[in-house]
């Protein structure tokens, strides 16, 4: 269920310059406390659903500071400035929580007040304010994205192959600079800011698939307006199969790439998956480079 404060437009830039016209200086010291908030709209933000102390067996062992891999950003990102934990919106799939925990990787410390962006496809494949680019320009949902396999061009104001953070992987979809939104979408985007324990919850779908990529969620972490990680999530092939042979997943056939043949893919990258009700739970710590340093 949809909360009423869920999808506003809340720039994450407004964060790190210390302006809100939603009070963000309160849901700030809410995520930071988790405690609950009021905006200046009168409107309440909800404490976390699940307090740290109930995920921490869970996190154990959900990997370590070890630096966690930088992937490419993908064709597909740009900045929705929307600070919310659902970003389900209307789009149809199975149920996922997501529980981040943040680390800086050389103290082994959680990193408190740090932005954490997820964004990913829809069941069907389709990334939000990037339909037609990720359908490959033929209208039909799956398609091969434009920077990466023959068979699509990218439109007018899309990122073009090769520009973008350096030192990216290439999985299919290539380095890219952020994306202009080709359309006014913004299903299975948002982002949350860390509380003191390092932590962020998200309540999403079980992402779709396109041709070239496995399953994966797209993550990005800012510290003082940096950002300091860029990587991808992945899901138990198991698992995949299991959530795909059902609606509204099992309308798509022909799946090509999975965890095994992901030039991305790593094993560190693997959530941790348990069932949660009518869905599934995933967990994961990152540990980012904070200060730059690349340790």
């Given at each position: 269920?949809?909360?009423?404060?869920e999808?506003?437009?809340?720039?994450?830039?407004?964060?790190?310059?210390g302006?809100s016209?939603?009070?963000?200086?309160?849901?700030?010291?809410?995520?930071?406390?988790?405690?609950?908030?009021?905006?200046?709209?009168?409107?309440?933000?909800?404490?976390?659903?699940?307090?740290?102390?109930?995920?921490?067996g869970?996190?154990t062992?959900?990997?370590?500071?070890?630096?966690?891999a930088?992937?490419?950003?993908?064709?597909?990102?740009f900045?929705a400035?929307?600070?919310?934990?659902?970003?389900?919106?209307?789009?149809p799939?199975?149920?996922?929580?997501?529980?981040?925990?943040?680390?800086?990787s050389e103290?082994?410390?959680?990193?408190?007040?740090?932005v954490?962006?997820?964004?990913h496809?829809?069941?069907a494949?389709?990334?939000?304010?990037?339909?037609?680019?990720?359908?490959?320009?033929?209208?039909?949902?799956g398609?091969?994205?434009p920077?990466?396999?023959?068979?699509?061009?990218?439109?007018?104001?899309?990122?073009?192959?090769?520009?973008?953070?350096p030192?990216?992987?290439?999985?299919?979809?290539?380095d890219?600079?952020?994306?202009?939104?080709?359309?006014?979408?913004?299903?299975?985007?948002g982002?949350?800011?860390?509380?003191?324990?390092?932590?962020?919850?998200?309540?999403?779908?079980?992402?779709?698939?396109?041709?070239?990529?496995?399953?994966?969620?797209?993550?990005?972490?800012?510290?003082?307006?940096?950002?300091?990680?860029?990587?991808q999530l992945?899901?138990?092939?198991?698992?995949?199969?299991?959530?795909?042979?059902?609606?509204?997943?099992?309308?798509?056939?022909?799946r090509?790439?999975f965890?095994?043949?992901?030039s991305?893919?790593?094993?560190?990258?693997?959530?941790?998956?348990?069932e949660?009700?009518?869905?599934?739970?995933?967990?994961?710590?990152?540990?980012?480079?904070?200060?730059?340093?690349?340790?």
């Amino acid at each position: 269920m949809h909360h009423d404060h869920e999808g506003q437009r809340v720039s994450r830039r407004a964060i790190f310059a210390g302006i809100s016209s939603l009070g963000l200086g309160s849901l700030l010291a809410a995520c930071g406390d988790g405690g609950s908030a009021t905006t200046s709209t009168g409107e309440t933000v909800a404490p976390e659903a699940v307090t740290t102390a109930d995920l921490t067996g869970l996190f154990t062992g959900a990997n370590t500071c070890a630096l966690t891999a930088t992937t490419t950003q993908g064709p597909y990102y740009f900045d929705a400035d929307k600070i919310r934990s659902d970003i389900r919106e209307d789009r149809p799939g199975t149920r996922l929580r997501l529980a981040i925990k943040v680390q800086d990787s050389e103290e082994c410390k959680p990193l408190g007040n740090a932005v954490v962006e997820i964004w990913h496809c829809d069941a069907a494949g389709l990334y939000s304010g990037a339909e037609a680019m990720s359908s490959g320009g033929s209208g039909q949902p799956g398609g091969t994205p434009p920077s990466g396999q023959p068979g699509g061009t990218p439109p007018s104001g899309a990122p073009q192959p090769g520009a973008g953070q350096p030192g990216g992987q290439n999985g299919g979809e290539g380095d890219a600079a952020d994306l202009q939104p080709q359309d006014d979408k913004r299903y299975l985007r948002g982002a949350q800011v860390t509380n003191s324990d390092g932590i962020v919850q998200f309540t999403t779908i079980w992402p779709g698939w396109y041709r070239g990529r496995t399953v994966h969620v797209h993550v990005m972490v800012h510290v003082d307006n940096s950002r300091v990680l860029t990587t991808q999530l992945m899901f138990d092939e198991a698992l995949n199969t299991k959530v795909f042979a059902a609606a509204p997943y099992s309308a798509k056939t022909g799946r090509d790439t999975f965890n095994d043949g992901d030039s991305i893919y790593r094993d560190s990258m693997l959530l941790k998956i348990t069932e949660d009700g009518d869905g599934y739970l995933g967990v994961i710590v990152l540990a980012a480079d904070s200060d730059h340093d690349g340790k």
